[in-house]
């Protein structure tokens, strides 16, 4: 392990970024200085969101040095009090696989992003004994401490130019272990601070995504608010179990979207973080793909194809890039919806006639009748619980949303306000469900407590379409068409925070929310 740190500090321009780097290296305060221009700050002040360009600084300098560097920029920032984060990075390994996996996925391999392995969360790269047992040993014999981490997977054949690429992802762990962070060298969270913190910012900017981020990725506590701008204080890469200890909930900030671009008569399957960036692939073709939905354990997404020039269900592994049809039978094949236990798939046939809700098992096995009417049944969704599942049926004369037991039964109706309800999607936590609701001939997102009956319509577009829950039911996804062209957004479930999400060019529908990373 080094003795290296890696602090950040934003800067108002250009000009004072470069003087400020300038002087510290001649003082010998840090060995190199970054300046990362036209950066885009999206923060909290005063209750309102703001943004504005700034310049971000990374400076690398040594723990011993951190303290005189930071008065340093206290003294010298034209900020009445500047920002300043202290990056730790547990362990060297974390950032040397993220380094591998960031570099195969840009030269064409995205195998580690696909199955979560392109972050710097340490959980997701520790091997049981390189990881923690064999530098456990070291520390007790008193010898150099060592270890390794789980190594990313890389697919060799995906890369553009494999001979050449191969050697890119190879170098990429040793250069980024180099700029290993050092240990957390400030103080403690105290209470006070972060009371008065959630009082300024409230508790959604801890654990949404679709709000805003806080100079930086997920949220960070301030240890002083002063001015314009804050005292940061520095936390670990890895937020979520902050984010949980303070409001009780995970945050969603580093799980991943699906959804499906159709961009010049192709039909692309995409895996993005949850914020639209870093997209990858999994599936293109040039007939369409809809109704992509996540498993429980986010390896793996069902979706329907027209590849065969009809609808057929198909499971597609994340990890290894095969998949399996799960339901070709006569007629339609549509609207997959996962079990909470990941080993069924409700899925909507019309091979006996009106289109109805059957349970088949995740490998097509052991298919079950689960509705029996003289409508059309479709869009299945199971409850939190697994014990029924929501859909939509026209079986009273109108689009309503109704609910059955997971093996069947009596439906009972679900929508009573207006003539249309549709895509009903249940909360993770239980409580609420999501649905389109025809409201003066808009199409809108529409959210029901489950408890009260109580309805709020949370969008104000005319096209929404496919909610889907984030894994802490804290936000909703949604497609919805912005000048003809269709786009994502996301929609606090109190209808407080609305975002639309950056993707690739092209229409963009059909988003499914994934899981946490199991």
């Given amino acids: 392990m080094t003795e290296a740190i890696l602090v950040l500090c934003t800067c108002p321009s250009e000009g004072v970024a470069n003087l400020l780097a300038s002087q510290m290296v001649a003082q010998r305060l840090a060995a190199c200085v970054n300046v990362i221009p036209a950066m885009?700050?999206?923060?909290?002040w005063q209750q309102k969101v703001e943004q504005s360009e700034e310049c971000q600084l990374l400076i690398?300098?040594?723990?011993?040095?951190?303290?005189?560097?930071?008065?340093?920029?206290?003294?010298?920032?034209?900020?009445?009090?500047p920002e300043i984060l202290a990056l730790p990075v547990l362990l060297a390994i974390t950032?040397?696989?993220?380094?591998?996996?960031?570099?195969?996925?840009?030269?064409?391999?995205?195998?580690?992003?696909?199955?979560?392995?392109m972050t710097l969360n340490p959980l997701k790269h520790i091997d049981p004994v390189g990881t923690i047992l064999i530098p456990l040993l070291a520390l007790f014999l008193g010898g150099f401490i060592f270890g390794w981490a789980k190594p990313v997977p890389v697919n060799f054949s995906n890369l553009r130019h494999p001979k050449?690429?191969?050697?890119?992802?190879?170098?990429?762990?040793?250069?980024?272990?180099?700029?290993?962070?050092?240990?957390?060298?400030?103080?403690?969270?105290?209470?006070?601070?972060?009371?008065?913190y959630l009082a300024v910012a409230g508790t959604a900017a801890l654990s949404s995504v679709g709000g805003y981020q806080l100079e930086g990725p997920g949220a960070q506590l301030f240890d002083r608010i002063e001015g314009d701008?804050?005292?940061?204080?520095?936390?670990?890469?890895?937020?979520?179990?902050?984010?949980?200890?303070?409001?009780?909930?995970?945050?969603?900030?580093?799980?991943?979207?699906?959804?499906?671009?159709?961009?010049?008569?192709?039909?692309?399957?995409?895996?993005?973080?949850?914020?639209?960036?870093?997209?990858?692939?999994?599936?293109?073709?040039?007939?369409?793909?809809?109704?992509?939905v996540w498993s429980p354990d986010g390896g793996r997404l069902a979706y329907v194809s027209f590849e065969k020039k009809k609808p057929?269900?198909?499971?597609?592994?994340?990890?290894?890039?095969?998949?399996?049809?799960?339901?070709?039978?006569?007629?339609?094949?549509?609207?997959?919806?996962?079990?909470?236990?990941?080993?069924?798939?409700?899925?909507?046939?019309?091979?006996?006639?009106?289109?109805?809700?059957?349970?088949?098992?995740?490998?097509?096995?052991?298919?079950?009748?689960?509705?029996?009417?003289?409508?059309?049944d479709t869009e299945p969704r199971y409850s939190a619980d697994g014990s029924s599942i929501y859909f939509t049926s026209d079986r009273g004369g109108s689009p309503q949303v109704y609910q059955v037991g997971a093996g069947g039964g009596e439906a009972r109706r679900v929508t009573f306000e207006g003539s249309y309800n549709v895509s009903p999607r249940p909360s993770p936590d239980g409580k609420s469900l999501a649905f389109i609701s025809r409201r003066d001939g808009r199409f809108q997102l529409a959210v029901m407590d489950l408890a009260s009956r109580q309805v709020q319509v949370l969008s104000d577009s005319n096209k929404d379409e496919s909610p889907s829950f984030a894994p802490n039911s804290r936000m909703i996804l949604i497609a919805t068409e912005i000048g003809g062209r269709g786009v994502l957004s996301a929609v606090s479930s109190d209808g407080r925070i609305k975002q639309r999400l950056t993707v690739a060019a092209g229409d963009v529908r059909e988003p499914a929310w994934g899981p946490y990373y199991q």
Avoid at 97 to 117: N, P
Avoid at 252 to 271: D, N
Wanted: glycine share 8%.
């Fill in 40 to 44: 885009q700050s999206i923060y909290c």
């Fill in 60 to 81: 690398k300098s040594r723990r011993e040095l951190f303290e005189p560097l930071r008065l340093f920029l206290r003294e010298h920032h034209s900020y009445e009090v």
């Fill in 95 to 117: 950032l040397h696989e993220a380094a591998h996996a960031y570099v195969a996925k840009r030269y064409g391999d995205a195998t580690a992003f696909m199955m979560g392995r």
């Fill in 164 to 196: 050449r690429d191969m050697r890119y992802v190879a170098v990429a762990g040793p250069l980024a272990e180099g700029l290993e962070a050092a240990r957390l060298t400030m103080r403690s969270l105290h209470a006070d601070f972060i009371v008065r």
């Fill in 229 to 292: 701008h804050f005292t940061i204080l520095g936390l670990p890469l890895d937020f979520q179990p902050t984010i949980e200890k303070l409001t009780g909930e995970k945050g969603v900030f580093s799980t991943r979207i699906a959804y499906v671009v159709k961009s010049r008569g192709q039909f692309l399957l995409q895996i993005a973080d949850s914020d639209g960036q870093n997209a990858a692939t999994a599936l293109t073709s040039s007939e369409p793909i809809i109704s992509p």
């Fill in 312 to 376: 057929v269900i198909y499971v597609h592994s994340l990890a290894s890039g095969q998949r399996h049809i799960v339901a070709n039978f006569k007629g339609s094949n549509s609207a997959p919806a996962w079990s909470p236990d990941g080993r069924k798939l409700a899925i909507v046939l019309s091979k006996d006639g009106n289109s109805q809700i059957y349970s088949v098992n995740a490998d097509g096995s052991g298919l079950q009748r689960i509705t029996q009417s003289s409508g059309i």
